[in-house]
Structure formats: structure tokens, C-alpha cells
């Protein structure tokens, strides 16, 4: 018998996935919610993601996201929900998924891309006013063909504040990388709030939840809802992983006061956490999906440009120790990643972004997991070590110039 010092660790692992309540409705989702915003480009056959779909609900999943943008990357906006809704229609006929008992998430975007719209081009900035708010929810009902919403999401803030890559506020849009649409006055909100409770009151949406937000955001968004009496927003949508946790540190907060939950994307950080980019040292990573999509198809390495952050030199030197501490753990470094954002207290479920089937039952696996403390504390140490790498606060050509490799630079 091993002795404790010598004892291997192990992480209990349960037979079925949590139904959790989602936030303040009555939706019981499931702790991971089946992302889609490759579909369409990474993966460029509709097939592609009808079996990732089917494995999708028959491991239990029941909540699905999606976008009028998506797919990412290139081929942007429309295809990804026209994909989901031939998917839902011929499921649906066949018995296969009952749609009562899905939840389907999508979003509208500030820039147009992907509504469609006959007289207002996508990449156009807009500030969320009625008539393109509603149009785009129509038309993601259309796409996919779900006769209701029940959550719809406004991608990202109309207003000059900064985007995904830092935390750092600037006035005018210096660190958004996206254009927009005003300075976020009260008159902004208003404007916001009143095209979504128009929605409720057309019957289209049953709840609302925002994305790329942050604390002053959420709390005059939340304030106006009371204010002009629209049902408040009950989620909110940001990039959080162990690479990541930004989240918590004011937006949260707000996020917390006005009862609304975190449903994160971005948990393995663009796939870095799965620990593929570590394609010689510990090849058996890169390996697990080769036969499908070998590492040159992979987002860092076919698109090197898209959502960089991820796959700095920062967070690939923080990613090696995540993906030493779940072999120590024995388990996957990309289970080690998920089950992590599952338990913490903000999030009630997260965003899995998978391309291959064997990924989704990698990923749905995660949310088995029920991880000791003393492993959720050695994850706390990595991050007080690197202090949220895949973000860069004061200055960005420092902070992408350090020594290392990114993940677009194959190891040599």
C-alpha cells in the first residue's frame, strides 16, 4: 500500500453532469454550454458541426451559443445560426431534441455583422437602437429556426471603452481595437435598454444577459432596467480562464449585486490550455486530434492573427505549468482548465469552443470533475505568479515582448 506521502492524487470524477439554476430564471442548464463560433470557418463543413451537435446532446449538454457574428476568424456573421437552425429543424422533426428543453443563446453585435440588414451594412457601428435590435433578433429567430430566444446577449458595449485584450480604460476607444458608437451617457443606456424590452414585449426573448462588459456597464444598464421597468439583464458573457481572471475583480461585483451570473467563454484560452502548442515536449497533446486536425489547422497556427492574446509568450510560459500540475493531478490539462471555471463561485456555466467530436467529449468530461483544494490552491499560486498573462495593462509592445514563444511559433 502506498504511503500518503507517495499516494497518487486523484480528482473525483462523477457519473452524470449538474443541472444548475441559471442565475435568477428558471432555466436548469447544464454546466457547460456548447460553443459554436468556429463553425463555419475553423470548421468549414456544415457536418462538421451536426456531429458535434448530436455528441453535444447526447453526453446531456442543454445549453448552446451562438451569434449573428459567427463564425470568427474569417467567413464572418450569419452561417454559424443558419448551420444550428438546419440542425434544430431536422433533430426536432426526427424526435431527436425536443426544443422545450433547450436553451439556445445568441447575440446581437455594435458593428451589424451578420444582421443581414437590407439597408445597414455590417461593420457598420451602431448603438443598439430599436429597429436594429430588432431586426436582428427576428432574423437569428429565422436562421435558426427556434420560434423564441432564451437568452439574448448584446455582443459587446456600443460605448469608447476598451475590449478583450486589456483591462485598462482609455477615453476614445484607445485600447477597443473596434470602432464606436458613443460615450455612454444615460441617454445611451436608455436607448439600449428600450430595444430590449421591446423584445420582451414582442414575446421574442425570454431573458437578456450582456458580453465584453464591465462594472460601469452593468450597474447603469441594471440601473436604467429599473428605472424604465425592462426585466434586468441576468448574465454576463466574458473571457475568463485561469490566464484570465479580470472578471473578478470589479465586474464580478456588479455582476453579483444585481443577481446576474457569469457564463464565461474562453475557458482553455483559444485552445492553449490543452497544452497542444507544446508540440515536441509533450507531443501526446498535438497528438489526440492529428488524424483530424493536425496542429497546422489549428486556430494559433492556420490564424496566427485572431485573438493573439491567447497565445503570447506569457501565457504559453504560465500554460506549461497549468499543464504540469494536471499530469501531477492525472488528469487532461484542457479538464484541469474547464472544471476550474465551472467551480468558481461567479460562473454558473461555461462556454466550451470545440472542432472535433473527440474535443467535445473531452470538454463535456471536465464538468465530472469536482476538484480538491488543495489542487484549486496550487492553480492559485500559477496565477499569482502570472498575474493574468493573456492581458496586457500598461503597455502592449512590452508586454508582447518578452522573451519566449508564442503559440503561433512551432516548437522547436
Not at 456588479?254 to 502548442?277: D, H, I, Q
Not at 504559453?316 to 497549468?322: D, F, K, N, R, S
Request: proline residues 6%; hydrophobic residues 40%; charged residues 25%.
Amino acid at each position: 500500500m502506498a504511503s500518503p506521502a507517495t499516494a497518487a492524487k486523484t480528482v473525483p470524477r462523477r457519473a452524470a453532469l449538474k443541472l444548475v439554476k441559471f442565475g435568477t430564471t428558471d432555466m436548469m442548464v447544464t454546466q457547460v454550454c456548447g460553443g459554436t463560433m468556429t463553425w463555419g470557418s475553423f470548421n468549414d463543413k456544415e457536418e462538421d458541426a451536426f456531429e458535434q451537435l448530436d455528441k453535444l446532446v447526447e453526453l446531456g449538454v442543454n445549453f448552446l451559443d451562438t451569434a449573428e457574428l459567427y463564425p470568427v476568424g474569417w467567413n464572418y456573421g450569419a452561417t454559424t445560426e443558419k448551420w444550428l437552425g438546419n440542425w434544430l429543424e431536422t433533430r426536432v422533426a426526427a424526435g431527436k431534441v425536443d426544443r422545450s428543453k433547450l436553451y439556445i443563446a445568441t447575440k446581437v453585435n455594435g458593428s451589424g455583422v451578420g444582421a443581414e440588414h437590407p439597408t445597414r451594412p455590417g461593420g457598420t457601428a451602431h448603438g443598439y437602437d430599436s429597429e436594429i435590435v430588432m431586426w436582428s433578433c427576428k432574423k437569428s429567430i429565422e436562421r435558426m429556426k427556434c420560434d423564441y430566444i432564451d437568452l439574448f446577449q448584446i455582443h459587446w458595449p456600443s460605448r469608447d471603452v476598451q475590449m478583450m485584450s486589456t483591462p485598462t480604460f482609455a477615453p476614445e476607444g484607445v485600447n477597443r481595437g473596434m470602432p464606436f458608437f458613443d460615450k455612454g451617457t444615460p441617454a445611451d443606456f436608455e436607448r439600449t435598454v428600450v430595444s430590449i424590452k421591446e423584445l420582451f414585449d414582442a414575446g421574442l426573448i425570454k431573458h437578456w444577459g450582456v458580453s465584453n462588459e464591465n462594472a460601469f456597464g452593468i450597474t447603469m444598464l441594471c440601473s436604467t432596467c429599473l428605472k424604465l421597468g425592462c426585466p434586468l439583464p441576468v448574465s454576463c458573457q466574458n473571457d475568463f480562464s485561469i490566464l484570465n481572471q479580470t472578471y473578478e475583480e470589479d465586474t464580478y461585483e456588479a455582476a453579483y449585486r444585481f443577481g446576474m451570473v457569469g457564463l464565461p467563454y474562453g475557458p482553455l484560452a483559444g485552445g492553449t490550455l490543452t497544452g497542444k502548442y507544446f508540440e515536441k515536449s509533450k507531443p501526446e497533446y498535438a497528438a489526440k486530434d492529428a488524424a483530424v486536425r493536425p496542429l497546422d489547422q489549428c486556430r494559433h497556427r492556420v490564424k496566427a492573427d485572431f485573438q493573439p492574446r491567447y497565445g503570447e509568450k506569457l501565457p504559453m510560459e504560465a500554460t506549461l505549468a497549468v499543464v504540469e500540475l494536471a499530469e501531477a493531478w492525472g488528469i487532461t490539462p484542457a479538464e484541469l482548465a474547464i472544471a476550474w471555471a465551472i467551480a468558481r463561485p461567479c460562473n454558473a456555466s461555461v462556454i466550451i469552443g470545440t472542432t472535433t467530436v473527440r474535443q467535445v467529449e473531452e470538454c463535456v468530461a471536465a464538468a465530472l470533475l469536482d476538484l480538491p483544494e488543495e489542487l484549486v490552491a496550487e492553480v492559485a499560486k500559477i496565477h499569482e505568479k502570472y498575474r493574468n498573462p493573456c492581458v496586457f495593462y500598461a503597455d502592449k509592445n512590452a508586454w508582447a515582448g518578452v522573451d519566449g514563444r508564442t503559440a503561433a511559433t512551432p516548437e522547436a
